[in-house]
């Protein structure tokens, strides 16, 4: 039975406004949940960077801070703080610039709400492009089933809360392969500009979409080639007509992304290229979009560095091959994985019976995202597979619908019923802490399976002054992932921050450190057999280490809370 069919027949499609208000409905929940952890989670540890790129190119039309990532989704993040007044302060480093932003205002929490605030709309483009594509592809039904599921998933939730580009590009991306499809099917001039158009926003959004979009339209191009019918000749002719299309996609792209920087023109010489390209192109004096070019070569760099990634308790240069598998398997609800790869077998297999290579897009273009992060040396983290869960929501919608329609209809919406309810349970179990959540595979134990911006970003040390000043500690040692301000933290008057870039000597007294310095590089051996006092969030341990024998004065100022003994 075809997707979105009943009884064989194609069921007619409602108009879309009827389904509007359950689609806000959702769209509304969603943005309650996310909204409510912004006074919860402290900044993560790439956020400071962001707001300050951001307020640069808002403030001084410059973009020198990190230009790894392109400005549009970080200007989203800058608007709502500099409408407030906030204003680029010149740093030498972004992080830093970033930290004393967020307090300018005397008002953190204010500041990083109104950063966090600029994402949201990009929910709501991710709902409803998650939507539009699966009821173009599937019909009403299944569209609906789609939206709701995404809504749902606690990795969406999770960034859709952060002030960074990684739910940026992920709404984004349902957007490029639905103007992708219609322009393999006829790529005419007004395909060709949409798609353009979509493909420059896409890269003005985060650079990953240069190896996801080409990916994805590649296997699309392969399964119309094997799944259309018509004579292999045709086919190829037909494959050849898309060269010119292909370079006015490319052209159009391109003037977008110019125009997203200022339709600056420069050399990369000008900008410090530091030998990351050739000698003969950083000669090139006129050149559009420098910056642009220097955030593609500083991207290859990292790429290329092997540089270290965490996985199943063990530290692997350049990632481990299985990385993203894993962190699907373990970031995404239980309940939804099972009814996704039951409808990636159900449309390619309606896809081959009835000639239509657009119901296997989304199974073409969810195998095309993870194979080209699989063999990336960047593995630091799920959030770079994250545009991968409005196709897999596509396929999850198709999913249930066939269980729900299955000729013995009593068993199939039993198990469409729960499979719903536990996904239910496990988004709602999962609030606020979204980002730090694994599925029961590895919730027992998530330190084992990943840590770096899956379970410690640094998103509890605001949490961690809460519970110092609960307990009257005025005197900590902190080793805390990343660079973060200590002013988050709040009034206590002696914090020592340690840096863990070679590891610090034994401290003594209060303690806190959070899962990636103690999990993963470099670790500190001295802590991993000592019992917590308390684990605060997900992600931070305190410990309460006695002073050395004859030397009180290594204590912190604190007292022992009741409970410290036995560690």
């Not at 002030?163 to 060709?192: E, F, H």
């Not at 392969?222 to 060269?243: D, M, T």
């Not at 030998?275 to 593609?296: C, D, K, M």
Request: aromatic share 10%; net charge positive; hydrophobic share 50%.
């Amino acid at each position: 039975m075809t997707p979105g069919t009943r009884n064989g027949r194609s069921a007619p499609p409602r108009p879309p406004w009827a389904e509007l208000p359950i689609l806000l409905l959702l769209i509304g929940i969603g943005m309650l949940r996310i909204t409510d952890t912004y006074h919860t989670l402290s900044q993560t540890i790439d956020e400071p960077a962001h707001l300050a790129s951001g307020l640069q190119w808002l403030d001084t039309g410059e973009y020198t801070y990190n230009r790894m990532h392109p400005p549009l989704s970080r200007a989203f993040v800058a608007l709502g703080p500099y409408l407030d007044g906030v204003r680029s302060l010149s740093r030498p480093h972004p992080i830093t610039a970033g930290n004393d932003e967020l307090h300018s205002r005397g008002n953190y929490w204010r500041t990083l709400t109104l950063a966090r605030l600029g994402i949201l709309p990009f929910f709501l483009l991710g709902v409803l492009a998650t939507w539009s594509l699966t009821r173009a592809l599937y019909g009403p039904a299944p569209a609906l089933v789609a939206a709701g599921v995404f809504t749902l998933l606690p990795p969406v939730l999770a960034h859709a809360g952060l002030a960074t580009t990684d739910l940026a590009v992920t709404a984004m991306m349902p957007v490029v392969l639905l103007a992708g499809m219609r322009w393999l099917d006829r790529p005419d001039r007004d395909a060709t500009v949409v798609l353009g158009v979509a493909c420059g926003v896409a890269v003005l959004l985060k650079f990953s979409v240069l190896v996801f979009v080409p990916a994805c339209l590649l296997v699309m191009l392969a399964a119309k080639l094997v799944i259309e019918p018509g004579s292999s000749g045709a086919k190829l002719e037909r494959w050849r007509r898309l060269e010119l299309p292909t370079l006015g996609v490319i052209g159009i792209a391109f003037l977008v992304v110019w125009a997203g920087y200022r339709f600056s023109v420069g050399s990369l010489d000008s900008i410090e290229m530091g030998g990351l390209v050739s000698p003969a192109l950083a000669r090139v004096r006129i050149l559009p979009a420098p910056e642009f070019w220097h955030g593609i070569a500083i991207l290859t760099v990292y790429r290329e560095g092997n540089l270290p990634s965490y996985a199943l308790g063990e530290v692997t240069p350049g990632g481990a091959w299985y990385f993203f598998l894993l962190a699907l398997g373990v970031k995404t609800p239980l309940a939804f994985i099972p009814v996704a790869l039951l409808g990636a077998v159900v449309t390619v297999q309606q896809a081959w019976k009835h000639r239509l290579w657009q119901l296997a897009a989304p199974m073409a273009c969810a195998l095309a995202m993870l194979g080209s992060v699989m063999i990336s040396k960047m593995a630091f983290g799920s959030r770079h597979i994250l545009p991968i869960y409005p196709v897999l929501s596509a396929m999850a919608s198709v999913g249930a619908l066939t269980l729900w329609y299955l000729d013995r209809r009593r068993i199939g919406r039993a198990i469409v019923a729960a499979l719903g309810a536990w996904l239910l349970f496990a988004s709602l179990r999962a609030h606020p802490d979204y980002l730090s959540d694994f599925n029961e595979v590895a919730a027992g134990r998530p330190e084992y399976f990943l840590v770096n911006s899956d379970l410690d970003w640094g998103q509890d040390i605001g949490r961690l002054g809460d519970t110092l000043r609960a307990r009257r500690i005025d005197s900590v040692t902190v080793y805390l992932a990343g660079f973060h301000d200590v002013r988050v933290l709040g009034p206590i008057k002696h914090v020592n921050r340690q840096v863990w870039f070679p590891v610090a000597h034994p401290a003594t007294g209060w303690v806190a450190v959070s899962a990636f310095p103690l999990y993963q590089i470099p670790r500190i051996a001295w802590l991993e057999n000592l019992r917590p006092v308390t684990r605060i969030g997900r992600s931070i341990y305190l410990y309460y280490i006695p002073p050395s024998p004859g030397n009180p004065s290594d204590s912190a100022n604190a007292p022992a809370p009741r409970g410290v003994g036995g560690q």
